[in-house]
């Protein structure tokens, strides 16, 4: 088995198919333009499903689809039907906000895709348009209950909560999610990238998460699935649904991370908050073998090292503080999450 320094072994990848979206969510993109990755250099759907099979091979059997926005990536439905054939790959999932999906979801089904995560961080029209800058919540619920009916499942709701943002939000979510038989969760707010501003204040903590939604409908704790996921989860005592709280900032789980990102360039991260990547594109460019190609991604993960939200929470809680400036990290839009 290929474990790292900390004997973490590798068996979810987070494939980012484009840095391109169609929203400029305020905690992941706030700004209205970014200097693209050049379109040559952004992975061909082969060259990912190469790359795909290798990691299956190290050990991966969860592969997650991310951008950007990936459905903005023209006929997704091919990728997915050259990774759901990967001998060994037992889940095979995609993050989206949601805004093309009701259009894509009979062919992302047909082509092999197993479940989806949808970003929604309030269900105020208002507010979503503010949050998302160009979004339409409308487009949003369309696409995912055309996921529901096409038979994509479990249908997992992600929202970011901000503080004096949408933190009154919360128990709507829950209310949405519990009667359309969704799963949610809900995801601190992190220093994700260098361009959101982020600040202690503005997170909510797990913590106060769970006091809101245990006043309305109290909740049971069941833990992490398989030990490694990032959320915790808690079902409903009434026995309808279930949450997940992922607190990277107040809660840290880097001891059991076992999650690699390939950026849409190419790049391997193994940190959501890493500075640098290793670069296999130019490996695969340039006629390496496959043998060359398994060595550095393996020696890659041996070497890894990072324990990022770990660091961070130190900082937070030493007379020094944090300063989440001082230390560079890739845009979001280029590592997916």
């Known amino acids: 088995m290929l474990v790292d320094t900390f004997n973490r072994p590798v068996k979810d990848l987070r494939i980012s198919v484009t840095d391109r979206c169609n929203f400029r969510c305020t905690y992941c993109m706030p ?23 290798f990691f299956v091979q190290l050990g991966v059997d969860k592969i997650r689809l991310t951008g950007g926005e990936p459905l903005v990536r023209q006929d997704l439905d091919k990728l997915i039907d050259k990774l759901s054939s990967l001998s060994g790959l037992n889940d095979l999932s995609l993050t989206t906000n949601g805004s093309l999906l009701a259009d894509k979801a ?10 989806i995560n949808v970003s ?3 269900l105020n029209p208002e507010k979503f348009k503010r949050m998302t800058k160009r979004g339409d919540l409308s487009k949003v619920l369309d696409g995912i209950f055309a996921a ?3 038979g994509l499942h479990p249908i997992k709701i992600n929202a970011v909560i901000e503080r004096d943002v949408n933190d009154d939000d919360i128990i709507e979510l829950v ?8 799963a949610i969760r809900f995801i601190e707010y992190m220093d994700v990238g260098n361009s959101n501003s982020w600040t202690s204040q503005k997170m909510v903590s797990k913590k106060e998460i769970l006091e809101t939604i245990n006043g309305r409908f109290p909740l049971t704790e069941v833990g992490r699935n398989g030990g490694t996921a990032p959320s915790v989860d808690y079902q409903f005592t009434d026995g309808r649904g279930d ?7 107040t809660e840290p789980f880097c001891s059991s991370c076992t999650r690699a990102r390939l950026t849409a360039d190419g790049r391997l991260v193994t940190c959501l908050f890493s500075q640098t990547g290793h670069d296999l594109k130019s490996l695969l460019r340039d006629g390496s073998t496959d043998e ?3 060595e550095v991604i393996a020696s890659a993960w041996r070497k890894r090292r990072d324990r990022y ?13 944090y300063d989440p400036r001082q230390h560079g990290k890739i845009e979001m839009i280029t590592l997916g999450g």
């Open 309 to 321: 939200s770990d660091e961070r929470l130190e900082a937070l809680l030493s007379s020094n503080g």
């Open 106 to 115: 009979p062919a992302l089904k047909a082509a092999g895709l197993k479940r």
């Open 175 to 182: 209310e949405f999610s519990r009667e359309n038989g969704f």
């Open 148 to 150: 529901k009916s096409n």
């Open 292 to 294: 060359d190609i398994l």
């Open 120 to 122: 929604i961080d309030t």
């Open 243 to 249: 949450i997940g709280v992922i607190a990277s900032v």
């Open 31 to 53: 700004f209205d333009e970014y200097t693209w990755i050049n379109k040559k250099e952004i992975l061909s759907f082969e060259e990912i499903a190469r790359l795909a099979k």
